[in-house]
């Protein structure tokens, strides 16, 4: 015979709404770090952010209530950093470096609200903008990304009975740990959680992320997501993204500068961070053409992040262009992060073991992965291919290139003027698949 | 029907041991202060804490099982400050002061751990002894009572059914509730926590905690148990103990210069500490010879914790101090912590309202009333009056003649020659209950 407690029961029943973002510091740690730079560098500069949903055939206007989206929304509006997230920031070190974020930063986030957002439907699909300041706009991108993927997750299981739950979420931890014993021979692995954005929800990212930890040990180095670090103790983990050559590169007044531009912002970058920050993105507009004009200062940093190329090619890219630089390979990075999955990762490790220093940032197919988990066979609960990308920057269109053409953002007359200025080289389309 | 959570079930059901004390901040705030000052100006001197039941009718030898005893001391002496909790140490502002702690503090208690203790049974009762520096065996005093009182609490509730568990709660929030609702009726009431020690266990002093932080709201300014201080964004209360003067007392070489010790224990005070921390203890050795002698400059302190006399003698007996200084008591502050339940603090409010500014700790009788809500009708819940006090010091015997001379500890003839020294004016025996 089981008691039930009725006080918790009656308040469980009577949540207005079970809230997916509680906390600011349920995003990813670089959104913080490049927050500073640009709250220091960049305060003036507008720039809008908008969910595009590259899984065209979910329809998520159809799936996702719209009242329930705003309410989310408006929750994540209301959420403000608490005094002990603040301490915790100003206190705690990162990558081994006390005071990463300066005082006069934290004072400034004790203020910090997620601006106002614009969302309306159209063919089915959400159009979610995020229209204001840079400082302001970027912080949406990880909470309206865990929102609406959270919201797609909680669609997909309305209604399931109890023993439906509990198969699919067996599946899924059974699934997840085979992964785990795979991983665990690899000897030098290095990993970490990258799975925020994509999540199918909090609570299973936070199971994931602890799962991890007890069955990898010191191999799992740690978490991008910031207030996972907080609670279980872990490192945060991540340098930055694609937003800062892309609004860099929009903000260019010229050809000439706008060439430039994805190297001004790794200048930019190094004044403010060093160590194991210093990893470089080298996609944004194809890394053929960022590697053929890239500064020789560029070959001390710690290392790359190839994120759109096959993970094997692109980093013997990389490799070719430190030898020609005169630097060891081995003394060097690799941070694989693009839709790595299992199969990936081990084929990765074994080709550069040795040859390469390797870290994978482990995102979908870590803390999304539930294809063929569901016992009534429905497929709702597979990953999309979401992302929440800056779209324009003071009323210009930003664009990313990317290594693969499937994953391009932008105003086609304006891919065209960039594929002008940085070349088509070495762009080869794939499959999106997460 | 219900689902089970089976690998939750069977890891509860693999636990080794449910630690009572799984956090070094889970004690009281005083105890840090007081550990600062000492770790500080006395980091040699050697003090024995000591176990006692004043409650001699509670065979606690009988009731708490040796084993599981040892077990949960041998628990807390593994447990280290994390470094979240040193962060937050460090980095949070306590009575509106931003680092309390120094950072060469904050580093010593990076090492910290809780030194060996004594434990043997004598006439039904546990010797539970530590002796070492002072600067550990005075940590011991809070996690040892509130082991004590939760393994006693345990083998109270050991067989009960779920439904008698069930109504035992209930009664026991219910008649909180109630005095909640009295205390509602006080507008200017100010009331903090103060039961870590005597709870009935971890899990309902933070039930309690949390149901008057809904309750009275900003009346409840805050727990004197750091971890809950913490967790729950609520101010951390407490100030100073009985046993600096006890220390600094045993420590004399003269009846001269014990005359002189309590007032040279508050000089020490006041070089560390300031504004609301300068709250003065008279009752060490019976507050009528204490303010007999105190020295004037004590009549700019914040106020008085008057923690044995009948609280609205020993308020009034503090207010004509006050008036004799010409200070006006309405500027000053009374904290109330003996044994306050609800109708002494009604009592004690409505006799000084508006003559004097006025603060209850409230304990035992906050977190351990459990009196009459057994559905069995046994008296194994009943708070006993248990402590943990010094009782030597670099080998010499510590006394504490208190204003109520059934709270006094000591060797006899010790206490006869502080008898002798300090007086034994104003000195009224009235039963502990608590």
Redesign the interface.
């Known amino acids: 015979?089981?008691?039930t407690d009725i006080a918790q029961r009656t308040y469980d029943h009577n949540f207005r709404l079970d809230p997916i973002v509680r906390s600011l510091l349920d995003t990813d740690f670089y959104k913080l770090l490049m927050l500073q730079m640009v709250q220091h560098i960049h305060p003036d500069v507008q720039a809008t952010f908008s969910l595009i949903n590259r899984t065209k055939s979910v329809r998520l206007a159809d799936v996702i209530d719209e009242d329930e989206l705003r309410a989310q929304l408006d929750h994540a509006r209301g959420v403000r950093f608490?005094?002990?997230e603040l301490?915790?920031l100003?206190?705690?070190s990162f990558y081994g470096k006390q005071q990463m974020f300066s005082p006069d930063f934290i004072a400034w986030l004790a203020d910090f609200k997620l601006p106002a957002y614009d969302l309306r439907k159209a063919n089915g699909q959400y159009e979610l903008q995020f229209e204001g300041p840079w400082t302001h706009t970027m912080m949406w991108e990880i909470p309206a990304l865990a929102i609406v993927n959270e919201l797609k997750s909680r669609a997909a299981m309305q209604g399931k009975g109890?023993?439906a739950l509990?198969i699919l979420y067996a599946r899924a931890k059974a699934r997840l740990w085979e992964k785990v014993e795979r991983l665990r021979q690899l000897p030098d692995l290095v990993i970490s959680d990258f799975g925020t954005r994509r999540r199918h929800g909090f609570l299973w990212q936070r199971w994931c992320v602890e799962a991890l930890k007890e069955g990898l040990g010191s191999r799992f180095i740690g978490t991008s997501n910031v207030l996972l670090a907080?609670d279980a103790?872990l490192e945060a983990i991540g340098t930055n993204a694609h937003e800062l050559p892309m609004v860099a590169a929009a903000l260019a007044e010229s050809d000439e500068a706008l060439a430039r531009a994805p190297y001004q912002v790794l200048e930019n970058w190094q004044q403010h961070y060093n160590g194991n920050l210093l990893i470089a993105l080298p996609d944004a507009f194809g890394t053929t053409a960022f590697l053929k004009n890239a500064p020789s200062w560029l070959a001390g940093w710690t290392g790359f992040r190839p994120d759109s190329a096959p993970p094997i090619e692109g980093g013997e890219q990389i490799i070719r262009w430190w030898q020609e630089q005169g630097v060891d390979p081995r003394q060097k990075l690799l941070i694989f992060s693009d839709g790595m999955d299992i199969d990936a990762i081990e084929e990765t490790y074994r080709h550069f073991h040795g040859r390469v220093r390797m870290s994978f940032g482990w995102g979908t197919n870590l803390t999304n992965d539930f294809r063929g988990c569901d016992p009534d066979g429905a497929s709702g609960l597979e990953p999309i291919s979401l992302v929440c990308k800056v779209t324009s920057v003071n009323g210009r269109p930003a664009v990313k290139l990317s290594d693969n053409p499937a994953k391009a953002t932008g105003d086609p007359k304006e891919i065209e003027r960039y594929l002008r200025v940085f070349g088509s080289a070495g762009r080869t389309p794939s499959a999106v698949a997460v």
Do not use: E, H
């Open positions: 015979m089981t008691v608490t005094k002990k301490i915790w100003a206190g705690n109890k023993f509990d907080m103790d």
